[in-house]
């Protein structure tokens, strides 16, 4: 199963995106089980986790993040969403998302954020 993040694009510092992703190839009793997350890779550096949202509805974000974005899922559209707010250069990158459920561990193809000062 292979998902596609979307929503990415170019943006000044201080805008907004949301980035979509959706697992419809993904069954809905593994869906709302599974653990989600976003990831980023920025050019040269390792790729990092941004945010992370269990089934019970817990949520974990990076320290660089946390306050400005804001992870979601919803399970009658089997789609995860990273709310983006106050975004700055250094949130520049590819991001991923990621479904790591009862069927499996599936990543989506990336998306581009470019953040200009």
């Known amino acids: 199963v292979q998902l596609q993040a979307s929503g990415g694009g170019s943006v000044q510092a201080g805008g907004s995106l949301k980035l979509s992703c959706p697992a419809s190839r993904i069954i809905t009793s593994v869906f709302v089980k599974s653990r989600m997350a976003w990831y980023r890779q920025a050019p040269g550096k390792q790729r990092e986790l941004v945010a992370a949202l269990v089934s019970g509805g817990s949520t974990n974000y990076s320290d660089t993040v946390k306050g400005r974005f804001t992870i979601s899922r919803d399970n009658a559209k089997k789609t995860l969403y990273l709310q983006m707010d106050s975004l700055e250069p250094e949130d520049t990158g590819v991001y991923y998302c990621?479904?790591?459920?009862?069927?499996?561990?599936?990543w989506g193809r990336g998306t581009q954020v470019t953040v200009s000062s």
């Open positions: 990621n479904v790591d459920g009862a069927s499996g561990n599936y």
